[in-house]
């Protein structure tokens, strides 16, 4: 829903109802992750996509049924082997959809979520996509308070709401999004219910360190794969928003500080764990080694440096003499990147998301055109 949320936003605030329709579940190679979402304005205006064009046509003639009817469905797509001209995905893959009207009478939180999701406030929307609940059925979820009920005036309600309510939020602090069975009342061992929980948490931190034009590179390609990217450098006359547009902010302070206030949540940070990437491109052992010292003992799920192989080296000694285990030390990715020959920024930059890309879906980084089975892995939950 975050890639359409300018478009239905507006559609709400002006009174004009809509249906939202949403991947809930994917198999195989599907072209989009769970959380992929498109809307159907009343008058037949359409933004975003759940599947690349594959199924847009039949998921939108559903979304005008659903806005006529006022009743939400889930519907399945994908290859059909009794039926070779049913509406399927050249891909292979199969996925379910949520489709549901949206406007103030069926959905009374939504200008509270759009405002929390606009704001990087996490909130989580769980909703009943299959099972003996009503579907459609919802709950917005927020880390100290909760909305709506999945089982409005059963006697059983409350424990299955807790129960979605505590899983909802221990999926915004991973920021996984994905689906969550349970018993009619909230019986975890059981698998009668079927929960989409739509985690919107903030997006993941790319800290970038060392004011260059690799950072430049990193920080254009860090903000178009979604992340909230931050440049640190310690001298003010290279780090300055006008070398660095596509930033969220520039940062004026020795690294290391930085770091260590993030880590610790300082001066208005969100911190750091297991989602943040960083990429210490300074190359210079005043500014790397203290920093990589304080990066190598936080959360963060990516620790790279650039530099050659001799400075990689040299690094790891002095990394030793400050005390750094073997184990702390085999995070480091370094040099940075995935091995694609890159040589200029824009190149370098490509094969730094390359690995990053890498790290949060598990691929092998080998051409597809050498590997066999399914291109995208199965998954528990998908990281947004």
């Known amino acids: 829903m975050r890639d359409v949320l300018g478009d ?3 559609w709400y605030a002006a009174g004009e109802p809509f249906a ?8 195989r190679s599907a072209p989009r992750p769970p959380g992929a979402a498109m809307a159907v304005s009343a008058s037949g205006e359409v933004a975003g996509s759940v599947s690349g064009g594959c199924v847009e046509g039949a998921v939108y003639e559903l979304a005008r049924s659903v806005m006529a009817s006022g009743e939400p469905a889930v519907q399945r797509y994908g290859v059909s082997d009794d039926d070779a001209f049913a509406v399927g995905l050249t891909c292979g893959g199969i996925l379910d959809v949520l489709v549901e009207p949206v406007g103030p009478g069926t959905f009374p939180e939504f200008a509270d979520v759009a405002a929390s999701i606009a704001a990087r406030e996490p909130v989580a929307v769980a909703t009943v996509v299959a099972g003996p609940g009503r579907i459609g059925a919802r709950r917005v979820v927020w880390p100290g308070r909760a909305s709506g009920s999945l089982a409005p005036g059963a006697p059983y309600a409350a424990r299955l709401d807790a129960a979605v309510d505590d899983d909802a939020r221990g999926m915004l602090a991973q920021g996984v999004t994905g689906q969550r069975h349970y018993g009619p009342e909230g019986e975890r061992r059981l698998d009668d219910l079927a929960v989409f929980v739509h985690a919107f948490a903030p997006p993941p931190r790319l800290l970038v360190f060392g004011a260059i034009d690799f950072a430049a590179a990193v920080a254009r390609v860090g903000k178009f794969l979604g992340y909230h990217v931050t440049v640190c450098d310690a001298r003010p006359v290279f780090a300055t928003s006008k070398r660095f547009p596509d930033a969220d902010e520039v940062v004026v302070k020795w690294p290391h500080k930085y770091l260590d206030e993030a880590v610790s949540g300082a001066g208005g940070g969100s911190g750091i764990d297991e989602r943040t990437a960083i990429c210490v491109l300074t190359h210079d052992p005043k500014f790397d080694v203290p920093l990589l010292e304080v990066a190598l003992r936080t959360g963060a799920g990516y620790v790279g440096a650039m530099g050659s192989r001799r ?8 990394l030793r003499e400050a005390g750094l285990t073997e184990a702390e030390l085999a995070r480091l990715r370094s040099p940075i990147g995935l091995d694609l020959g890159a040589r200029t920024p824009e190149e370098t ?3 730094i998301a390359a690995e990053l890309v890498q790290l949060r879906w598990g691929g092998s980084g080998r051409p597809l055109t050498d590997t066999g089975g399914r291109i995208h892995a199965e998954v528990r939950g998908d990281r947004r």
Do not use: K
């Open 311 to 318: 400075t990689h080296e040299d690094r790891l000694a002095r």
């Open 20 to 27: 939202l329709a949403t991947v809930v579940h994917t198999f």
């Open 349 to 351: 930059a490509v094969s």
């Open 8 to 10: 239905i936003a507006d």
